[in-house]
């Protein structure tokens, strides 16, 4: 017999969010496979790939491509992945970006949400650095990667969920350096950020020509 009750109220579960930010100079595989590994394994609704408008710990160290290319390539990167957002509330905010302000918003946006803050390993190990952390570890359950390489151990004063996912050993810097040296960027970087890279001349892509150009220049495609 049917159950009379059975729409007779809703059952809300809260939302389960992750935040994963990052400068994203581009976009890669290590960050895509984290996001929905971790996503699949904490069982999450979203996982919010959030763009550093003004990434303030790397001052100094090098020139970052502008908050709005690397939003377009973060966009194209998750086109059509289920349960992955690009995130641009630190852009519209402007100015350096602080996590712990952007989980602010974000349990507003996404009322009575848990929220997660998603790190790979070398992130976490500097999170007693990071502006507010305190409360960045009140408003969020931490979840920490590992990437290959030593491990690198986060402060002992914060709660820390580690979650296994492949480890790829890729990170936005050495892409950096294979547009310059022109080694393959293949499977590393989608070909819907690789197109973002050559419609915008980001990482002296217009300068050297595009890789189809590149194919061209080699040989390839000629009969
Ligand atoms: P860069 O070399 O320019 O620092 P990156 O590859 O480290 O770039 P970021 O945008 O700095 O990328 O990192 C954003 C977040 O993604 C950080 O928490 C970082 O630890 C994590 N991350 C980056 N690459 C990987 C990877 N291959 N596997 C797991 N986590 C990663
Ligand atoms: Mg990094």
Same mark, same amino acid.
């Given at each position: 017999?049917?159950?009379?009750?059975?729409?007779?109220?809703?059952?809300?579960?809260?939302?389960?969010?992750?935040?994963?930010? #990052?400068?994203?100079?581009?976009?890669?595989?290590?960050?895509?496979?984290?996001?929905?590994?971790?996503?699949?394994?904490?069982?999450?609704?979203?996982?919010?790939? =959030?763009?550093?408008?003004?990434?303030?710990?790397?001052?100094?160290?090098?020139?970052?491509?502008?908050?709005?290319?690397?939003?377009? =390539?973060?966009?194209?990167?998750?086109?059509?992945?289920?349960?992955?957002?690009?995130?641009?509330?630190?852009?519209?905010?402007? #100015?350096?970006?602080?996590?712990?302000?952007?989980?602010?918003? =974000?349990?507003?946006?996404?009322?009575?949400?848990?929220?997660?803050?998603?790190?790979?390993?070398?992130?976490?190990?500097?999170?007693?650095?990071?502006?507010?952390?305190?409360?960045?570890?009140?408003?969020?359950?931490?979840?920490?990667?590992?990437?290959?390489?030593?491990?690198?151990?986060?402060?002992?004063?914060?709660?820390?969920?580690?979650?296994?996912?492949?480890?790829?050993?890729?990170?936005?810097?050495?892409?950096?350096?294979?547009?310059?040296?022109?080694?393959?960027?293949?499977?590393?970087?989608?070909?819907?950020?690789?197109?973002?890279?050559?419609?915008?001349?980001?990482?002296?892509?217009?300068?050297? #020509?595009?890789?189809?150009?590149?194919?061209?220049?080699?040989?390839?495609?000629?009969?």
């Amino acid at each position: 017999m049917a159950n009379r009750y059975a729409n007779s109220y809703t059952l809300i579960v809260p939302m389960r969010v992750g935040l994963f930010g #990052g400068t994203f100079d581009p976009p890669h595989l290590g960050h895509l496979v984290t996001a929905v590994n971790v996503r699949h394994v904490l069982k999450l609704d979203i996982v919010v790939l =959030m763009v550093a408008n003004d990434p303030w710990q790397k001052h100094g160290t090098r020139e970052v491509a502008s908050a709005v290319d690397r939003l377009a =390539m973060v966009q194209a990167a998750i086109e059509g992945v289920d349960g992955l957002v690009a995130g641009d509330d630190e852009i519209s905010r402007g #100015g350096p970006s602080f996590t712990a302000d952007t989980l602010e918003v =974000m349990s507003r946006r996404y009322a009575g949400a848990e929220l997660f803050t998603i790190v790979g390993d070398d992130a976490a190990a500097k999170f007693g650095s990071w502006q507010r952390a305190s409360e960045i570890a009140k408003l969020s359950t931490l979840v920490v990667v590992d990437r290959p390489g030593s491990p690198l151990v986060p402060p002992s004063e914060f709660v820390w969920n580690r979650v296994e996912v492949p480890r790829l050993e890729v990170s936005s810097t050495d892409l950096r350096e294979r547009f310059v040296d022109g080694r393959p960027l293949d499977y590393l970087v989608s070909n819907e950020v690789l197109k973002v890279i050559a419609d915008r001349n980001l990482y002296g892509v217009g300068k050297r #020509g595009n890789r189809k150009h590149r194919a061209e220049e080699n040989g390839a495609g000629k009969s």
